[in-house]
């Protein structure tokens, strides 16, 4: 590849990032109620560019754009997770303790992705076993911490249909990364 192309590619994920750190910026301008510190501000830039450099060494494993798409979104699917759930929670506030119940999505869909060696089939297994524990977490928590018991702010429906928005991201790639598998069986 040329070194010019990566040159570019670099400055633009650059700039990516900063484009997504200025939101919280700009929001700290606006309202008291976004407050980042500068270590907040290093966290957020340091997992935004380790995510663009799985990113980068995952898309290497095939040229499909399918499979390229299907990275992205699910690194989209969990650095949103991530970031909703660490900065207000998903059931309740940030601190809760139901909330740390989503790391497992993170280590289901990090454990089958290094078991798999990234091959897009079992690629489609592991994003829908994501899906699944995503979904499971509010089912689980609600057993265990009925909303009697704990917060449910912003409320039961919305906990569950917030679940269902990562899922769906979740499923998405799993469907792009079948395609991608069937596409590269017939090469």
């Not at 289901?108 to 060696?117: M, T």
């Not at 076993?129 to 018991?149: D, E, F, K, N, Q």
């Not at 906990?159 to 991201?169: E, H, K, Y």
Request: net charge positive.
């Amino acid at each position: 590849m040329n070194t010019s192309i990566i040159n570019k590619r670099h400055v633009f994920i650059a700039l990516g990032i900063v484009l997504i750190l200025s939101i919280p910026f700009m929001a700290m301008q606006i309202t008291e109620e976004v407050n980042w510190s500068k270590a907040d501000f290093i966290l957020m830039a340091l997992i935004l560019s380790g995510i663009t450099a799985v990113y980068e060494l995952a898309a290497h494993k095939s040229q499909l754009n399918s499979y390229r798409i299907a990275i992205g979104i699910a690194l989209l699917g969990m650095f949103l997770l991530f970031w909703v759930n660490a900065a207000v929670g998903i059931i309740g506030h940030e601190s809760q303790d139901a909330n740390m119940l989503y790391a497992v999505v993170f280590l289901v869909i990090v454990i089958g992705a290094a078991a798999s060696k990234m091959n897009a089939l079992a690629m489609y297994k592991t994003m829908m076993l994501g899906a699944l524990s995503t979904i499971a977490v509010p089912c689980i928590v609600y057993i265990i911490w009925p909303p009697a018991s704990i917060s449910w702010s912003p409320g039961v429906f919305k906990v569950f249909l917030m679940s269902g928005f990562f899922a769906s991201l979740f499923v998405l790639s799993a469907f792009l990364f079948k395609m991608s598998g069937k596409s590269a069986l017939k090469m």
